[in-house]
T-cell receptor, first 111, second 110 residues
Framework: GQQLNQSPQSMFIQEGEDVSMNCTSS?????WLWYKQDPGEGPVLLIA?????ELTSNGRLTAQFGITRKDSFLNISASIPSDVGIYFC???????????FGRGTSLIVHP | DTAVSQTPKYLVTQMGNDKSIKCEQN?????MYWYKQDSKKFLKIMFS???????INETVPNRFSPKSPDKAHLNLHINSLELGDSAVYFC?????????FGSGTRLTVV
């Protein structure tokens, strides 16, 4: 089956720093999704990418759909304490697909 | 209004018991799912239903039985609970690729 490698597994940063995380796949995806999970809650969609090369921003978050369609990255600029959580990438084939989730990047931001 | 709501939020039970988790979505989505998140936070698909019909059944013990009385509800019944069933279970729904998750049910089997 498809596998997603998400890295880094965890990050400990100071408030104000920029953050970058990425996912790579052994297969081509038609869709890349980035989710954030707060403690005790379910994942919430941050950014959805539907086209190779697409670069999309949502506030301080920016995500890109890799040209090869096998990777995606998420950047967070000027991190703040409420950015703490687990970030998941998910790749899908479009339509009624079941996305494949990465194993998550745990982000801790020190004030 | 909560888009995808699941109950209970927490469930502590003894080994061997049977328990159910309920899920309801008010988004009008056609497809609903159950995911299991283990202690390492890995999200694993268990079941997927489209318009009340089972379309995905991953390698899950048959002690787990989903039931969808209508397309807005997908409940999960678990028989003969085992210690290894302890996890957070998430319900989700989707339409045209947009996924919405519930807030999870933390199941602890003692």
């Amino acid at each position: 089956g498809q596998q997603l490698n998400q890295s880094p597994q965890s990050m400990f940063i100071q408030e104000g720093e920029d953050v970058s995380m990425n996912c790579t796949s052994s297969s081509i995806f038609n869709t890349w999704l980035w989710y954030k999970q707060d403690p005790g809650e379910g994942p919430v969609l941050l950014i959805a990418l539907y086209k190779a090369g697409e670069l999309t921003s949502n506030g301080r978050l920016t995500a890109q759909f890799g040209i090869t369609r096998k990777d995606s990255f998420l950047n967070i600029s000027a991190s703040i304490p409420s950015d703490v959580g687990i970030y998941f990438c998910a790749g899908g084939e479009g339509g009624s697909y079941i996305p494949t989730f990465g194993r998550g990047t745990s982000l801790i931001v020190h004030p | 209004d909560t888009a995808v709501s699941q109950t209970p939020k927490y469930l502590v039970t003894q080994m061997g018991n049977d328990k159910s988790i309920k899920c309801e979505q008010n988004l009008g989505h056609d497809t609903m799912y159950w995911y299991k998140q283990d202690s390492k936070k890995f999200l694993k698909i268990m079941f997927s239903y489209n318009n009340k019909e089972l379309i995905i059944n991953e390698t899950v013990p048959n002690r787990f039985s989903p039931k969808s009385p209508d397309k807005a509800h997908l409940n999960l019944h678990i028989n003969s609970l085992e210690l290894g069933d302890s996890a957070v279970y998430f319900c989700a729904s989707s339409q045209d690729g947009g996924y919405t998750f519930g807030s999870g049910t933390r199941l602890t089997v003692v």
